[in-house]
T-cell receptor
Framework: RKEVEQDPGPFNVPEGATVAFNCTYS??????FFWYRQDCRKEPKLLMS???SGNEDGRFTAQLNRASQYISLLIRDSKLSDSATYLC????????????FGKGTSLLVTP | DVKVTQSSRYLVKRTGEKVFLECVQD?????MFWYRQDPGLGLRLIYF???????EKGDIPEGYSVSREKKERFSLILESASTNQTSMYLC???????????FGPGTRLLVL
């Protein structure tokens, strides 16, 4: 079983739509959770950390459910510029330093 | 702003060559990482380092070695390049345990 699993998509949505991505992780001892964004042929960049109580950053909302080992990302009012691959990231529980990256979910926002 | 730089954006090498990929970060981060990214396989950790002269194997260390002689610099070495090492190589750094990782722009390596 993969440490971090995501639906690869692609998700094709019109501008202004709301879209949600989900992610599951296998190690219940994991403590740090993130969403990264990766544009085509670019490096991954941190989108937001995910906190136990859930957190919001503008149009983006992240939720964590530790009991189900499930992380979500909600994007409201999608923009063309949101088109990218979204990576779910969880720390490796046997190492405080290293991260496990999901393979990513591809989003395409169309006019 | 955190800046992570990598020595080359594109590199073409021949099978059997020794290849050095350099990574430098300017934020005094303790931890540095090397990944490779391949279509359908995502990011895979090759090696990481949490201190000068310290290194830990990641998921796929075979065929690679690393060097961290200074805090700001982390080198990835392909002792004898092979075609299956053609990939995008990404370096990252982070300030502490469980910290956010910041990535360099990547090196696209082609081994012929």
């Amino acid at each position: 079983r993969k440490e971090v699993e995501q639906d690869p998509g692609p998700f094709n949505v019109p501008e202004g739509a709301t879209v949600a991505f989900n992610c599951t992780y296998s190690n219940s001892a994991s403590q740090s959770f993130f969403w990264y964004r990766q544009d085509c042929r670019k490096e991954p960049k941190l989108l937001m950390s995910v906190y136990s109580s859930g957190n919001e950053d503008g149009r983006f909302t992240a939720q964590l459910n530790r009991a189900s080992q499930y992380i979500s990302l909600l994007i409201r009012d999608s923009k063309l510029s949101d088109s990218a691959t979204y990576l779910c990231v969880v720390n490796m529980a046997n190492s405080g330093y290293a991260l496990n990256f999901g393979k990513g979910t591809s989003l395409l926002v169309t006019p | 702003d955190v800046k992570v730089t990598q020595s080359s954006r594109y590199l073409v090498k021949r099978t059997g060559e020794k290849v050095f990929l350099e990574c430098v970060q300017d934020m005094d981060h303790e931890n540095m990482f090397w990944y490779r990214q391949d279509p359908g396989l995502g990011l895979r950790l090759i090696y990481f380092s949490y201190d000068v002269k310290m290194k830990e194997k990641g998921d796929i260390p075979e065929g690679y070695s690393v060097s961290r002689e200074k805090k700001e610099r982390f080198s990835l070495i392909l002792e004898s390049a092979s075609t299956n090492q053609t990939s995008m190589y990404l370096c990252a750094s982070s300030p502490g345990a469980l910290g956010t990782q910041y990535f360099g722009p990547g090196t696209r390596l082609l081994v012929l």
